[in-house]
């Protein structure tokens, strides 16, 4: 059985940048999840400052990807 997949462009900034695929692309199942994409980039919820969908800021991490999705993620910023 075949399943369904989706592609998905990622922008990860900062200390993230080092995890954004070659491409810039991410493949998910179908109707996949922020926390989805997160967990395969292997970032936890925790250390997401700023996550933007498509240039819309969102808190909902269970909210569905689309195809196409452009996923922008922003690690809190330290220093002092």
Do not use: C, W
């Not at 998905?8 to 491409?23: C, N, S, Y």
């Not at 936890?44 to 922008?72: C, F, K, W």
């Amino acid at each position: 059985m075949e399943y369904s997949r989706m592609v998905i462009q990622i922008k990860l900034m900062g200390t993230f940048k080092d995890r954004t695929p070659a491409d810039g692309k991410l493949e998910l199942p179908d109707n996949a999840s922020v926390a989805a994409a997160l967990a395969a980039l292997e970032i936890g919820d925790e250390r997401v400052q700023v996550l933007t969908i498509n240039g819309s800021m969102i808190r909902d991490h269970a909210q569905p990807l689309s195809d196409g999705d452009e996923m922008t993620v922003i690690p809190p910023v330290g220093g002092g």
